[in-house]
């Protein structure tokens, strides 16, 4: 049973940073076998994929280039990602998720390729 669990939302004001943490098993971190990355979903919106890193390399939307970074931190079992220059539209829930693929490639950004999701955390940028 593969569990994620985000944590690290809140408020802020438009120009500020937030880190989002996503606590995995070390055995899902370290694994060649998984692309794991965070998805968003504002209100009354499509859940839309924001940034990836699989043993194809890291990918980012380009609502994301720039501004957000994804890592892994092995040493505490999180998937996190930084998020700097925060802006009004980057208002949703997070949501941390997971692709069991054999090599460990990342699929194409859907949600619907994505095997496994944590409950999501609000992050909320006002103006």
């Known amino acids: 049973q593969v569990q994620l669990v985000e944590s690290g939302g809140g408020s802020v004001p438009a120009g500020g940073a937030l880190r989002l943490s996503c606590v995995a098993s070390?055995?899902?971190?370290?694994?060649?076998?998984?692309?794991m990355g965070w998805f968003r979903q504002a209100a009354g919106k499509e859940r839309e994929g924001i940034a990836f890193?699989?043993?194809?390399?890291?990918r980012y939307a380009a609502s994301a280039q720039g501004r957000f970074t994804i890592s892994k931190d092995n040493a505490k079992n999180t998937l996190d990602l930084q998020m700097n220059s925060l802006k009004p539209e980057d208002t949703a829930m997070y949501y941390c998720?997971?692709?069991?693929?054999?090599?460990?490639?990342?699929?194409?950004?859907?949600?619907?390729?994505?095997?496994?999701w944590g409950q999501g955390t609000q992050v909320t940028v006002s103006s």
């Open positions: 890193i699989g043993s194809d390399g890291v």
């Open positions: 070390r055995a899902i971190l370290t694994s060649s076998n998984y692309c």
């Open positions: 998720a997971a692709a069991f693929r054999i090599g460990g490639y990342c699929p194409s950004l859907k949600p619907g390729n994505f095997d496994y």
